[in-house]
């Protein structure tokens, strides 16, 4: 499974990457795909999949584009 995947922020430097596209062996979850970034599932964030938010134990499919960003605000 192929899944394009955008990295915002510090979280970059722990990805190693801004934006490609992942593939996946089987079928994981967004909590899967933290770890397989080894993004610290710790630190706060939020996702998205295909410009919708969604929690870490929803289930990705192939084609899918999932942004990670670390929680900000500004004004």
């Known amino acids: 499974m192929k899944v394009q995947v955008k990295v915002i922020g510090y979280l970059i430097h722990q990805a190693g990457f801004g934006e490609k596209e992942v593939e996946i062996s089987g079928p994981a ?10 993004i610290e599932k710790s630190l706060p964030k939020f996702l998205t999949r295909n410009g919708q938010g969604i929690t870490p134990a929803e289930k990705l499919e192939d084609g899918d584009r999932v942004v990670i960003a670390p929680l900000y605000s500004g004004g």
């Open 29 to 38: 979850t967004a909590d899967e795909l933290l770890t397989i970034l080894h």
